[in-house]
Every structure is written in structure tokens, then in C-alpha cells.
């Protein structure tokens, strides 16, 4: 296995940023008001994010962060989340990736976990 480059989160609405590598977005939904041109991205990895049910009962709310984490790894296992995985592991091991969310909460967000996942 190859050695992994470094794996960022950043919110979707900054603007691209020097060693920023591939921007993916990573959320089920396209962030309100951005458009594909402002949002600068590499590609829309839809597929890895969070089932709709586990977003809504989640709702970013800071103490079920830990909960999350748990059952968004048990959806990773899932087969066409875990293919999203491994694509996002190949680009992290060509070089840097850029996890991109629109979660103004980015440090309990999907893309905070899977980036913990990719280190």
C-alpha cells in the first residue's frame, strides 16, 4: 500500500487554496446557492455520504457526534460506499485531497470522519 498524502477538510464555499490537490465534495446534497463553476471541485463523490437517515437523525447535533461516527463507519462497509472509499483512497495516495462539505460545522461533519478514516 501506498503512502498516503494529506487529506484536508474545508468547507465548500472557500475558495481553492494552494495544495488543496483534488477538491471532492463529499455530501448527498449540492450546497445551496453554489454553483458548479464557483464550487472549483474535482468531482461529486455522492455516493460515500451519509444515508438519509442517519443525516436527518443526526442533524450536526454535537453529542450524537460519536454515535455518528459509529453507524456512518458501519454504512461505509456497505458495498457501493466501500468502492467510494477505496476511490477516495487512491486519490489521497496520488496526492493531497481536499475533503469538501457544506456543513458549517465541519469538525463533527461526514467529511471530518472520513478524512479520519483516510490518514
Keep these: 500500500m501506498g503512502r498516503t498524502h494529506a ?39 455522492k455516493q460515500i455520504a451519509p444515508s438519509t437517515e442517519l443525516r436527518k437523525w443526526y442533524n450536526h447535533a454535537p453529542e450524537r457526534f460519536e454515535e455518528f461516527t459509529c453507524r456512518y463507519q458501519a454504512e461505509l ?15 489521497a495516495q ?13 469538525d463533527i461533519s461526514e467529511a471530518t470522519v472520513l478524512a479520519a478514516i483516510l490518514q
Design 7 to 45: 487529506v484536508r477538510v474545508r468547507r465548500v464555499y472557500e475558495d481553492r487554496a494552494r495544495g488543496d490537490g483534488a477538491r471532492v465534495l463529499v455530501d448527498r446534497v449540492w450546497p445551496r446557492g453554489m454553483t458548479k463553476a464557483k464550487a472549483d471541485l474535482d468531482e461529486w463523490c
Design 77 to 91: 462497509t456497505t458495498p457501493a460506499r466501500a468502492e467510494a472509499l477505496a476511490h477516495l483512497r487512491d486519490l
Design 94 to 106: 496520488a496526492g493531497p485531497l481536499t475533503l469538501l462539505t457544506a456543513s458549517k460545522a465541519v
